[in-house]
């Protein structure tokens, strides 16, 4: 796992054909984002887990980036896991000055737990997967954003929505 400022976030997306603009980090009203398959997790953050888990696990996975926008609660609990899992690479920075985290394919399950974590803390964060064009924002507001640059995988994920029976939201064309 590398750790990125978002300057440095916002550079490894573009180079990976995810056009982002250097100072800020992906926000759910870009359209890559927005005009996608969008369902509410309220009270079903288990199944918005074992979704994330299930659509990455079944993805082509080379790399990743979980790129953390928003911590709304700021609960010092919440942020002393966050800070002990970047603890473990060495990483000393706080997570306002170097949100984004790059995974590797043999780090798969961390970039999964990382995600994870940001739905049970509630935390905005945007996701994009380089191989399978995966795109995926959650939201504070229990709402995940979850698409892909690939058609093909689009109908795989709404069909996956479908399976875990999570209630679709129409499309706020921005």
Same mark, same amino acid.
């Given at each position: 796992?590398?750790?990125?400022?978002?300057?440095?976030?916002?550079? $490894?997306c573009?180079?990976?054909?995810?056009?982002?603009?250097?100072?800020?980090?992906p !926000? $759910?009203?870009?359209?890559?984002?927005?005009?996608?398959?969008?369902?509410?997790?309220?009270?079903?953050? !288990?199944?918005?887990?074992?979704?994330?888990?299930?659509?990455?696990?079944?993805?082509?996975?080379?790399?990743?980036?979980? $790129?953390?926008?928003? $911590?709304?609660?700021y609960?010092?609990?919440?942020?002393?896991?966050?800070?002990?899992?970047?603890?473990?690479?060495?990483?000393?920075?706080?997570?306002?000055?170097?949100?984004?985290?790059?995974?590797?394919?043999?780090?798969a399950?961390?970039?999964?737990?990382?995600?994870?974590?940001?739905? !049970?803390?509630?935390?905005?964060?945007?996701?994009? *997967?380089?191989?399978?064009?995966?795109?995926?924002?959650?939201? !504070?507001?229990? *709402?995940?954003?979850?698409?892909?640059?690939?058609?093909?995988?689009?109908?795989?994920?709404?069909?996956?929505?479908?399976?875990?029976?999570?209630?679709?939201?129409?499309?706020?064309?921005?």
């Amino acid at each position: 796992m590398k750790i990125f400022t978002n300057s440095e976030a916002a550079t $490894w997306c573009n180079d990976r054909g995810f056009q982002c603009h250097a100072a800020d980090a992906p !926000h $759910w009203r870009d359209p890559r984002i927005n005009n996608c398959l969008q369902f509410v997790t309220r009270d079903k953050n !288990h199944v918005a887990e074992a979704f994330i888990r299930g659509l990455i696990g079944s993805a082509e996975f080379d790399e990743a980036i979980v $790129w953390l926008t928003d $911590w709304p609660l700021y609960r010092p609990d919440e942020m002393a896991v966050i800070r002990r899992f970047r603890a473990s690479i060495g990483e000393a920075r706080d997570l306002i000055d170097a949100p984004a985290h790059v995974f590797d394919r043999q780090e798969a399950d961390d970039c999964i737990g990382l995600f994870n974590l940001c739905i !049970h803390y509630y935390f905005d964060a945007f996701m994009f *997967v380089t191989n399978s064009n995966l795109i995926a924002y959650n939201s !504070h507001d229990e *709402v995940q954003y979850v698409s892909s640059l690939s058609n093909d995988e689009q109908q795989k994920i709404k069909t996956v929505v479908e399976n875990y029976n999570l209630e679709l939201l129409p499309l706020q064309r921005s």
